[in-house]
């Protein structure tokens, strides 16, 4: 039995390439400069004296890219331009040559996406002058050509109906720069020079940092915050991460600027910095680590992991540094990036302990960090939600109680985390119920002697479903508070749907209403003078007035929402009381 040749039917690559590996077709020329590089690099190897240029020429729906790279003996042609796959940048098992950036052996095929025809005419240093002559549909050529007066290779692309914009001079030029921005060549098009061959931070010097940052307003697009070296040895990695001056969205995943041996290989590139990192967009080069086949993402191996915690760890360290040396401008940072702060600190005890230092949480006595609550109490009660906090704070402020709103993202969760890094520090939630057994119930006979007040009130509030009840606690200045428990809300909800909803769906939703002791509460305070000149009014009709205002104060007070009943309430008690306050006089005759 004879074995055969497998078949490739280029149509079939040419089109998985252009339609399921790379982004867009504009990614053919970095492969041809890349071969173009990689070709120099060779030569250079054995001729440390070698020119090293590239030209590239537009022309109407025609590229040429030249290089003065080690050329390819006709032998070689054969054997690696008309094999899909083979490669001369990988060494006798199979892996790719670190000095090169091409590995994979298809690069070439990508100018298929943008022409019909390639032809490469190439000199190596010893041996006769090659035209190859490859066409869409499979097919090549090969044959001597006159022989050439400098070592190297020009390849010359013919556009493909419909990818001629591909060819544009101001396209290609603005593509090269892209691409070879940071490439340590002479690399020109239509004999301008397009390239420095230096990254920014290569630049040492005075003025390094306002080149940084003019790198950031032109190639990024703002005025960063503040710049950060990066650097990774055993990744062969420098770069810089740029602090974004506004707050970016944690739930987006940062994307950076990587170059790969000098070449571009994405703006986007995601996972190079831990999740956390949000507040920075960084641009790299890097030697070792390895790109994807389509060369527009890295591949995610323990090395990058690597490099991605050793970076983190550069992020963070300035982080602290900004703590100990330059506290107003990390307070400028944190007022723009609480949140990525916040999340970081979650699972990073250096990041706690400065947030604990240098983050200020609400509290009801003004805002303040969680060292100094620590100092001045010892202890740190936090309420859950903002609802519960805005409910309570006046209330707990009057018994000399310091409550931290923990209901913004993350607060609650930093709080309980901060014992960890904070010997001797106790954070506990704030129970409500705490606050309710420092109301003080009255003693029997007042209580029998409010009780017609009582009744009154109730009935007032009935409309609303609120029930009404009477305490005694400070401040004696707050009339009354509102209270909602869990189930109490619930059952708010509930009514709110119900008389929104049909009549069918009243009635299973009735099934649901258990009522009463899940009713929010009014709480009175006997303590106030104005709760007790209302228990003492004789006119019924200006204590229920009285009692309704106190609704409607009470539920503003805790920033409860007001539906349309309460609404009602609140205007009538409000025209009442005004037509009770505006004394009626005689009209004018
Ligand atoms: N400008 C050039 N000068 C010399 N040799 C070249 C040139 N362009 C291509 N070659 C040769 O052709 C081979 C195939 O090139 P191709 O671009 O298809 O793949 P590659 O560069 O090896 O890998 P990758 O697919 O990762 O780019 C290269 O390995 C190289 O030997």
């Known amino acids: 039995m004879g074995s055969e040749n497998f078949q490739v039917d280029l149509h079939g690559i040419v089109d998985l390439l252009s339609n399921h590996l790379y982004s867009s077709p504009r990614v053919y020329l970095r492969e041809l400069l890349q071969n173009a590089v990689d070709a120099i690099t060779a030569r250079q190897a054995a001729e ?87 066409t869409a549909d499979g097919r090549y050529t090969i044959s001597e050509a006159d022989p050439a007066e400098e070592t190297g290779t020009t390849v010359t692309l013919k ?36 390239t420095e061959g230096k990254a920014p931070w290569e630049n040492t010097g005075a003025t390094q940092r306002a080149e940084l940052v003019g790198y950031a307003q032109d190639k990024l697009g703002f005025t960063p915050f503040d710049v950060i070296p990066l650097n990774n040895p055993a990744a062969g990695l420098t770069g810089v991460a740029f602090v974004l001056p506004f ?87 944190l007022a723009i990036h609480q949140l990525g702060v916040k999340a970081l600190a979650l699972h990073d005890d250096e990041l706690l302990r400065l947030v604990h230092r240098w983050l200020k949480f609400e509290t009801n006595h003004g805002r303040m960090t969680s060292a100094e609550l620590h100092e001045r109490y010892g202890e740190i009660r936090y309420a859950a939600t903002i609802e519960e906090f805005r409910q309570l704070a006046a209330v707990a402020a009057a018994q000399q109680l310091t409550v931290v709103n923990g209901g913004y993202t993350y607060d609650s969760e930093l709080l309980e985390r901060l014992p960890d890094v904070v010997p001797g520090l106790a954070v506990s939630r704030f129970d409500p119920t705490e606050l309710s057994t420092s109301f003080d119930s009255l003693d029997p006979e007042t209580e029998l002697a409010l009780r017609p007040f009582v009744r009154l009130a109730q009935e007032a509030l009935d409309a609303v479903g609120c029930e009404v009840v009477v ?99 609140v205007n009538r008690s409000f025209l009442g009381l005004l037509d009770q306050a505006v004394p009626t006089q005689e009209d004018p005759k």
């Open 471 to 569: 305490r005694a606690f400070d401040p004696a200045g707050l009339p009354a508070i509102y209270l909602v428990d869990r189930s109490a809300q619930f059952a708010a909800e509930l009514r709110s749907t119900k008389s929104k909803a049909d009549a069918l769906w009243s009635e299973v939703l009735g099934a649901l209403d258990t009522h009463d002791d899940s009713r929010p509460q009014l709480v009175l305070n006997h303590r106030s003078p104005l709760v007790r000149r209302m228990a003492g009014l004789a006119d019924p009709e200006l204590a229920r007035l009285a009692v309704e205002g106190l609704y409607g104060h009470a539920l503003m007070l805790g920033y409860h929402p007001i539906g349309p009943a309460d609404s009602a309430l």
């Open 48 to 134: 440390p004296q070698a020119p090293a240029r590239i030209d590239v020429r537009t022309g109407p729906d025609r590229l040429s890219i030249t290089d003065t790279g080690i050329g390819l003996r006709p032998d070689e042609v054969r054997e690696l331009l008309a094999t899909i796959g083979r490669s001369s940048k990988r060494d006798e098992i199979g892996f790719a040559r670190t000095e090169f950036l091409g590995q994979f052996g298809i690069g070439l095929l990508s100018a298929f996406m943008v022409a019909d025809e390639i032809e490469v005419l190439t000199h190596p240093t010893a041996g006769p002058t090659t035209r190859w002559v490859g």
């Open 247 to 333: 707050p970016a969205n944690p739930a987006e995943r940062a994307t950076h600027r990587v170059y790969l041996k000098r070449m571009l290989l994405a703006e986007g590139v995601e996972g190079l910095l831990p999740d956390w990192a949000f507040f920075v967009r960084a641009v790299i080069d890097t030697s070792e680590l390895r790109p994807t086949a389509s060369r527009e993402a890295l591949f995610d191996d323990g090395n990058l992991e690597e490099t991605r915690e050793a970076l983190g760890a550069q992020l963070r360290g300035w982080l602290v540094r900004l703590g100990s040396t330059d506290p107003q401008k990390l307070d400028r940072f």
């Open 159 to 194: 556009a493909r109906r419909g990818a001629e914009q591909w060819f544009k001079q101001a396209t290609v030029i603005e593509l090269i720069k892209l691409f070879g921005a940071l490439l340590p060549l002479e690399i020109r098009v239509d004999g301008e020079r397009v």
